[in-house]
């Protein structure tokens, strides 16, 4: 089975600091990321955000802070939940936003489902960007194997400067609901995969990561080969 990445679900509010997404579906066995990015009205990185439903269990497991200027603040947050339930996974999704000593501006979101993906380890280490910065390249994300994507998001730090997908990567998701500040989610649909990815046109921020294809359910990873009488190590 390829890895495929699909929206279940993108859009953003203004001046809303909780709000139901529409209602997903997330089939067994799939996993889920769903990235939420606040701003508000706040002199240092003090905006925050938290998300739960469907019936999942979700984790946050990247954060990216940018203060834009003297009083106003974004975040780029990456959560992730995983359905081995047995079944499908079905409802809204329930965001809340706040600021220490501020007001919220609004909040972009994409709900964004991935089948195919390991479920015991569905991706690498997700690795940040440093917001701020106009022309930026990640280190590498990890050894991409057959079937492997890189995949991230990224927002932008003003409202003049907008996000754009990583250099040669696909959009998935395009939302522009907070003051122009927009966010952009995208992948490498093309191999090789691009293990480094970077940007050279947005002074905003991000995350990737490499997600990981699932391993066939017929899999041995030590196999036997009669006609040469030895035994030997397959890395995946």
């Not at 946050?60 to 940018?66: E, K, Q, S």
């Not at 003297?70 to 936003?97: C, E, F, P």
């Not at 709900?111 to 990640?138: C, H, M, Q, R, S």
């Not at 293990?195 to 990561?209: A, E, F, H, K």
Request: glycine share 12%; with cysteine; net charge negative.
């Amino acid at each position: 089975m390829a890895l495929a990445i699909t929206v279940l679900t993108s859009g953003g509010t203004v001046a809303s600091t909780a709000f139901d997404t529409a209602s997903i579906t997330v089939p067994n066995n799939a996993v889920c990321y769903a990235w939420v990015s606040p701003y508000g009205a706040v002199s240092s990185p003090g905006i925050d955000t938290t998300l739960g439903g469907a019936g999942l269990s979700w984790s946050r497991i990247a954060d990216v802070d940018r203060t834009l200027g003297s009083s106003k603040s974004r975040r780029l947050t990456l959560y992730r939940a995983i359905n081995t339930s047995g079944s499908d996974a079905t409802g809204v999704l329930s965001l809340t936003a706040s600021v220490t000593g501020g007001s919220v501006g609004g909040v972009d979101y994409s709900i964004e489902k991935v089948t195919g993906a390991d479920t015991t380890t569905p991706n690498e280490t997700p690795l940040t960007a440093n917001w701020g910065v106009a022309n930026y390249t990640f280190a590498s994300v990890g050894t991409p194997a057959a079937g492997d994507r890189v995949y991230g998001g990224q927002a932008g730090a003003t409202s003049t400067t907008s996000a754009e997908a990583y250099d040669g990567f696909t959009i998935l998701s395009d939302i522009n609901s907070v003051d122009g500040r927009n966010f952009v989610s995208s992948y490498d649909a093309s191999d090789p995969q691009d293990d480094t990815p970077s940007n050279q046109s947005n002074s905003g921020g991000g995350i990737v990561l490499l997600l990981k294809l699932a391993l066939p359910a017929s899999f041995i990873p030590w196999d036997y080969a009669p006609d040469a009488q030895q035994i030997f190590h397959n890395p995946r």
